[in-house]
Every structure is written in C-alpha cells, then in structure tokens.
C-alpha cells in the first residue's frame, strides 16, 4: 500500500478530538503527513506551499474553504477526506468539476443522531415528559392509570419524515420494536418504503395519523417551513414532534403558538436561529425539550469521525474507491 502525501486542514483544536494517539499513528501509517500541521487557511505562503505537495486533504470542523484558489495552488489534489458531516459549505463546486474524489463522515455522524432520536420517540411514546411534570408539579402520587391511561410504545405510530441517513438508521433502530412506523419521502414509492420497514405515507396524512414526528430531512429551499401552520393543525392533539433536522424546516412561530395552547410536544435539538434570543418561549415552555444541537457527533463520539476519515484514507491509499463518497449529483438534496 503505498502513503500519498496528506495534509489537515480543519480547526486547529480539531484534531486532537478526532485522533487518539493510536488514531494518529495509524494515520502517519497510511499517509505522509506532519500530523503536528494543521492548515486553519489556505492563503498565506507557508499553507500553500504545504498544499501544494498534497495528493490528500483531510478536512474537518472549521475547515477552511477550498475554493478555485485554493484548487489552482493544488496541482496535486486528488482527494478530499471530511471527517464531519455536510460538506457543502466547504468545498466549491470546483472541486467536483476537476475530478477530485470526496468523501464525507455524514454515515458515522448519522449514529448519535439516531440514537437520540430513538431515545426520544420511546420516551415521547411512554409519555414521559406529561407524566414527569405532573409529578414534579404536584409531589405526590399521580394515578397514572386514571390520567394517561393511553400512553405506553405498544402499537404506537411514529413518523419519519425523510429517508435520509439518520432516517434510514432510526428506522434500522425502530425494528425490535412494536411500534406501527410510517415514512414520507417523496423519492420513494411503497415497494421501497417497506423493504425499510415503514409504510409510505403522504407528508399531510403522516401528520394527521402519528403519536410521534420525526424530522429527517434536508434543509432545502423546497424544505423551507415545510411544517407549515396548516401542517402543524393537522397533528394529532398530545403528538409530540422531534426536529434533530433544521430548525428552517418548521415555522417556528406557528409550532410556538401550537405549544403555548399545550395541544403539541416537542423535543428540538435544533431551532431558528440556531442559537435563540434570551426571550425565546422555547426555553421555558413545559411541553419542550430543547437542547443545543446535541444529537450530532459528542465527546467520545467524535472519534468515530476520525475512525471513518481513516478508514476512508486507507481505501485511498489501497486504489479502491471511498464507501461514503460525496459526488455533484447529489448535493442538491444533501443537508
């Protein structure tokens, strides 16, 4: 196997939370790379002229755009490898249009997401959040019986909305359980929803037919307040949305006014702005579980990011092509 020459270009405290030491000598293993070199930019002499001897860029959080300039001081670019998720925000269509192969860790990043939604659509179907403020609301006995005598997962219907990724391995993790799934994707047809394990569904009647909503799809100018006011009404009353997505996807204000009349839940890992104003309802509302963009890639988490960045490496290296690779026809319905 032979070592391309290689060179990070990411945030520079990046590396250490995506490499262990043994991840770092691996990479130094299956690339000639000064792993103690980390390209924040790409314009000053010393960046180029370290950029311009790399067959391989491995890229990250924080990386800086590679563009047509940083391309023209390339000559001998033939790979970029993203150790995070979305890379449209960081390399221009340049890249695609000579040729240089990418490749994304958007699998590896999928996992946590997915496991918090799981974690999420199970708690929201046993009614944890109603019951949890009843009891810390009152501090006595709550005849649980009497007051919720629907909740419980059994035979509870959840909704996907969008096969992406994440979608795809919630509903890999949603198998074991009893739980009537349903999908909408408007790439799919039915024969492909169920070899998911879901029942395809129009977006309208998803809404109206489900327990729990989950958001799983792109944020695209066709995917913008696609949970509109209209969408919002159709929710069952108690249902609970999750949104691990983009915070555009919903009309924020609409699904605010939906969960100050109590009829809705919601658990939002991710709002517009990202970041809310200090007055923002979503911080003190009862019915809401928000936390700041935490489904993503966490703690010991991001290693699996480097694992898959080094995996993908080695398959360079070996002549064989990337298992995650990121090619110009699909960015148009990539997050």
Known sequence: MRRPVAVLAMGAAVPPRLFTPAARERLRAL??????VVLTELSTTGSRARLARAEVVLSGWGAPRVDAAALAAAPRLRAIVYAAGSVKGHLAPAVWERGIAVSSAAAANAEP??????????LAAK?????????RERRTAVDLRAEFPEVGTYGRTVGLV???RVGRRVLELLAPFDLRVLLADPFLDVAQAAALGAELRELDALLAESDVVSLHAPSLP????????????????????????????VDQDALVDELVAGRLEAVLDVTEPEVLPPGSPLYTLPN????????????????????????????????????????????????
Not at 113 to 122: P, S
Not at 128 to 134: D, E, L, N, P, S
Not at 327 to 333: C, G, H, I, K, N
């Open 222 to 249: 066709a995917t913008r307040r696609m949970l509109d006011r209209r969408r919002l009404a159709l929710m069952r009353d108690g249902a609970t949305l999750i949104n691990t997505a983009r915070g555009a996807i």
């Open 162 to 164: 969008g096969a992406s």
């Open 113 to 122: 997401v997915a496991e918090y939604t799981l974690a999420m659509i199970l």
């Open 127 to 135: 009614g944890v959040g109603r019951m949890a403020r009843a009891y």
């Open 31 to 36: 690339a000639d790379i000064d792993t103690d």
């Open 288 to 335: 809401v579980l928000l936390t700041p963009h935490v489904a993503g890639a966490q703690g010991n988490e991001v290693r699996r990011l480097g694992e898959a960045a080094l995996d993908e490496l080695a398959r360079y290296a070996a002549g064989m092509p990337f298992a995650h690779p990121v090619r110009a026809e699909d960015l148009a319905v990539l997050a």
